[in-house]
């Protein structure tokens, strides 16, 4: 796949973040499936429109039952990343 080099600003205490979470994959890896995520993001929230526009608005019990399920995997994703920091008290 072709790359383009490109110039960011970003901030320090962020990046500093990154760079420990990126490791051994490396920074422009690492921003790149930032970037992706983010694209297929936009690209979600366009096919909620679309649906929202075809069949009405999400009710507010589809919504709370959308939100308990996010923070379900979110619980998840962090008892997984406590494991990868040595942490296995807290994965499980």
């Avoid at 796949?1 to 979470?21: F, G, S, Y």
């Avoid at 995520?37 to 608005?57: I, K, N, S, Y």
């Amino acid at each position: 796949m072709a790359t383009r080099k490109v110039t960011v600003t970003i901030p320090e205490e962020l990046l500093d973040d990154i760079r420990a979470e990126a490791a051994e994959r490396g920074l422009s890896a690492y921003v790149a499936e930032a970037l992706r995520a983010q694209r297929d993001r936009d690209r979600l929230r366009e096919l909620v429109d679309w649906l929202q526009e075809e069949h009405g608005p999400v009710t507010d019990d589809e919504r709370a039952d959308a939100l308990a399920e996010l923070d379900e995997l979110d619980a998840e994703h962090g008892r997984r990343h406590d494991a990868r920091k040595g942490h296995p008290g807290e994965a499980a």
